[in-house]
């Protein structure tokens, strides 16, 4: 059973360029990231296809699950965890096609009702966000850490808190009831690996 405390680390493509999705990738999960997600934009299959399955061998070796971002095939061609957006397809439909046991995730931006449709479809966990100020997507819609505390009286699904996410934004929002920082910038944005595994250390012990 996944543990989903802890620390979200997100790829982001034009970010680990240049031969670092792994060694950052491994880097994280070394330092102690839960969930990985692969998150790439482009339409080229066949290096998504390599890319993700290289990650999910990744998160075998370091006892981590690897999400696969907006593409439900994929996910099931890897036998990974999945995370929709609103225009992303059906949770309903993923749940019934990777089973009881995925993990998939809904982005629900800073509204209770579509965590509360994405429960009903179900989702293990709901994403909301934007909290701060987000170098990777400045134009998510933005949420404030006040709606983690309504979140967390709903809800019984953990909450992945996203947007922003750093060292310093991380603890008002495990206080008010995150039980994962899903960040990309604030982890990936590094001169080298091991910067990496330090940055997710000091991430996953906010968690201790
Ligand atoms: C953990 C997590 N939360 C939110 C998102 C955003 O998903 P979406 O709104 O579909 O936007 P894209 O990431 O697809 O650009 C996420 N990916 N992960
Ligand atoms: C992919 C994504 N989704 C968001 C949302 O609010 O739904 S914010 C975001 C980007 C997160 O990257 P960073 O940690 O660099 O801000
Ligand atoms: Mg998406």
Known sequence: MTSLRGLYAITDTPLLADGKLLPYAEAALIGGA?????????????RRFDEAQALAELCQRHG?????NDDLELAARLGAG??????????????????????????????????????NEGASYIAFGRFFNSNTKPGAPAATVELL????????QPIV?????TLGTAPSLIARGASMVAVIHALFAADSALEVVDRARAFAALFD
Not at 88 to 117: F, K, N
């Open 149 to 156: 505390d309504e979140a967390r009286a709903r809800f019984a």
């Open 161 to 165: 808190a996203i947007g922003g996410v």
């Open 82 to 119: 999945l995370h929709l957006g609103q225009t992303d397809g059906s949770l309903a439909t993923a749940r019934t096609r990777l089973g009881a046991d995925a993990v998939i995730g809904g982005t629900c931006h800073a509204q209770l009702e579509l965590a509360e449709r994405a429960a």
């Open 34 to 46: 839960r969930l990985l997600q692969y998150r790439d934009k482009s339409t080229d299959a066949a």
């Open 64 to 68: 981590a699950t690897l999400i696969i």
